[in-house]
């Protein structure tokens, strides 16, 4: 058995650059010219930012390989507008013996009313007693799953008695817009124009997407956290 607390991203491919974004605005106005690699294109990206002009930002793409428990991805396929998903399928291989456990420190405890709650730091006895369950409860549900492949049920039958803890992987594409949108309901910052409440887990990996979002296109990155973190 394998207890993890981590999440992987991995920046697969892309097609993605400040200039990309540039040159799709440019062409209501200057058609092919707007392919000039020596037109500034910072001032532009800003106010298209700004003023919300959000379709030169889908000329770009970004293919993510992502591991994380299957709670997780299906929180993240929410996200449709503008992304396309392929997940590994627990009915044609057999799964992986990987949980997620929450690291310490990872808050435990809802307080408040919906809408207007927080998470805080649970007790010890909490802690032990989640950490615990959890790695007992995973244990025994993929001792029951071998059990039931051994006995020659079908893997989409087997996979029944798994918990939502297990890791699943998948590929996720998307354009800088639809990134940007889930940035905005995925992570939680101070300076966003809008507050967003997002699970710990997901927002751990929004938090690395958001890295590959920065050093690729820097430009729009910029724009996006100067304005709001508003996707255009």
Same mark, same amino acid.
């Given at each position: 058995?394998?207890?993890?607390?981590e999440?992987y991203v991995?920046? #697969?491919?892309?097609?993605?650059?400040?200039?990309?974004? &540039?040159?799709?605005a440019?062409?209501?106005?200057i058609?092919a010219?707007?392919?000039?690699l $020596? /037109?500034?294109t910072?001032?532009?990206?800003?106010? /298209?930012?700004?003023?919300r002009?959000g379709?030169?930002?889908?000329?770009?793409?970004?293919?993510?390989y #992502?591991? &994380?428990?299957?709670?997780?991805?299906?929180e993240?396929?929410r996200?449709?507008?503008?992304?396309?998903?392929?997940?590994?399928s627990?009915?044609?291989?057999?799964?992986a013996p990987?949980f997620?456990?929450?690291?310490d420190?990872?808050?435990?405890r809802?307080?408040?009313?919906?809408g207007?709650y927080?998470?805080?730091?649970?007790?010890?006895?909490? &802690?032990?007693?989640? *950490?615990?369950d959890?790695?007992?409860?995973s244990?025994?549900?993929?001792?029951?799953?071998?059990?039931?492949?051994?006995l020659?049920?079908?893997?989409e #039958?087997a996979?029944?008695?798994?918990p #939502? $803890?297990?890791y699943t *992987?998948?590929?996720?594409?998307? $354009?800088?817009?639809s990134?940007?949108?889930f /940035? *905005?309901?995925?992570?939680?910052r101070d $300076?966003? &124009?809008?507050? *967003?409440?997002?699970?710990k887990?997901?927002e751990?990996?929004?938090?690395?997407?958001?890295?590959?979002?920065?050093?690729?296109?820097?430009?729009?990155?910029?724009?996006?956290?100067?304005?709001?973190?508003v996707a255009?």
């Amino acid at each position: 058995m394998d207890f993890q607390s981590e999440m992987y991203v991995e920046l #697969v491919r892309h097609s993605a650059s400040d200039f990309d974004v &540039a040159a799709a605005a440019r062409v209501s106005t200057i058609g092919a010219n707007g392919l000039d690699l $020596n /037109l500034p294109t910072e001032g532009l990206i800003n106010f /298209l930012m700004r003023d919300r002009h959000g379709s030169p930002f889908e000329h770009t793409s970004f293919t993510f390989y #992502v591991e &994380a428990p299957i709670f997780v991805a299906r929180e993240f396929f929410r996200h449709r507008a503008g992304w396309s998903y392929n997940e590994e399928s627990g009915r044609y291989k057999e799964l992986a013996p990987v949980f997620y456990v929450p690291a310490d420190g990872r808050p435990l405890r809802q307080v408040g009313k919906p809408g207007a709650y927080q998470y805080k730091l649970g007790t010890y006895k909490q &802690a032990m007693v989640v *950490s615990g369950d959890i790695r007992r409860i995973s244990t025994e549900a993929y001792e029951t799953y071998k059990r039931l492949l051994d006995l020659d049920v079908a893997r989409e #039958v087997a996979r029944m008695v798994l918990p #939502v $803890n297990i890791y699943t *992987s998948f590929y996720a594409t998307c $354009n800088a817009r639809s990134l940007m949108h889930f /940035l *905005s309901l995925r992570t939680k910052r101070d $300076n966003a &124009a809008f507050p *967003s409440f997002p699970q710990k887990e997901i927002e751990m990996v929004a938090d690395q997407m958001e890295n590959e979002l920065k050093e690729t296109m820097p430009q729009t990155y910029a724009a996006f956290d100067k304005h709001g973190r508003v996707a255009p």
